[in-house]
């Protein structure tokens, strides 16, 4: 077993599991817009930037659950 890969695959679902909550509740979530700009554009943006922070929350959580796996089954 792969202890690296075991502690990098543990590190990668907490990210996951941050990022992913930041991206349901959009605390912390900030959106640079002009001054003029309407509330339906920055309504718009921060919708999108809440997107991505779940897409790459979801992709953390999926990528660390495969390291945590593929260290358990390494051989040497």
């Known amino acids: 077993m792969s202890i690296v ?3 990098l695959g543990i590190l ?3 990210l996951g599991i941050l990022y992913g909550m930041q991206g349901l509740t959009g605390k912390g979530v900030q959106v640079k817009t002009a ?3 309407s509330a339906e ?4 943006k ?3 930037k809440k997107r991505i922070y779940l897409i790459a ?3 953390g959580i999926i990528a ?3 390291g945590i796996v593929a260290s358990t089954v390494w051989t040497s």
Not at 41 to 44: D, P, T
């Open 35 to 37: 001054d003029n700009a």
């Open 5 to 7: 890969g075991l502690v």
């Open 12 to 14: 990668l679902i907490v």
């Open 41 to 44: 554009e920055k309504a718009r």
């Open 57 to 59: 929350g979801i992709i």
């Open 64 to 66: 660390g659950v495969i």
């Open 46 to 48: 921060l919708l999108q």
